[in-house]
């Protein structure tokens, strides 16, 4: 029996363990902001995915599954990541300018800001910072209160009235896509 889950893993490396990840269609190759990690050097050799360079910031889109906002984070922690946060309408732009290239504008992406502590008052989750650039839709944030009673706690982005990425607060159990920012 041991030697057969020794054969399964030999194939799961050799096989699996080198397939480089793929934006949909795009691999890294087709994407030239993207930064390939696998250099050889011992810290750089923790990332297993295409790394999206953008000014000072690297991000990874999550893309291949849609999570509800803790799942999202623990799986941008789980890499070495975590949740963005967006400190300028620069560092916006840039993130939708990529996020439309993918053909993805319409998507709703997770950020790490929430209100969860007090309500109304934003921060971002990922560096414990109050949030000063804001990007709000008209209206937004509002806290809707839903007929099971959730409400509005988590940031994301979404271009709701074709105007452009803008943030939306929304239940955090919302399944959607997410941005991950390096550490």
Known sequence: MGTCWLAVWVLFVCFIGDA???YRDKNINDCPNCV???SGSLAASRWTMPLLKLGEKRYYL???FKANWYRASQYCRYHG???ASIASQEENDRLEKHIKDFGLGHEHFWTSGTDQAEEGTF???ANGRPITFENWN???PNNF???NGEEEHCLELWNRDGKG???NDSPCSFETFFVCEVQ
């Open 36 to 38: 390939d990690e696998h």
């Open 165 to 167: 990425l803008k943030w």
């Open 138 to 140: 008209v209206g937004e």
């Open 20 to 22: 480089r990840p793929q």
């Open 81 to 83: 990541m975590h949740l």
């Open 62 to 64: 999550g893309i291949f």
């Open 145 to 147: 209160r839903y007929e």
């Open 123 to 125: 921060f971002w989750m």
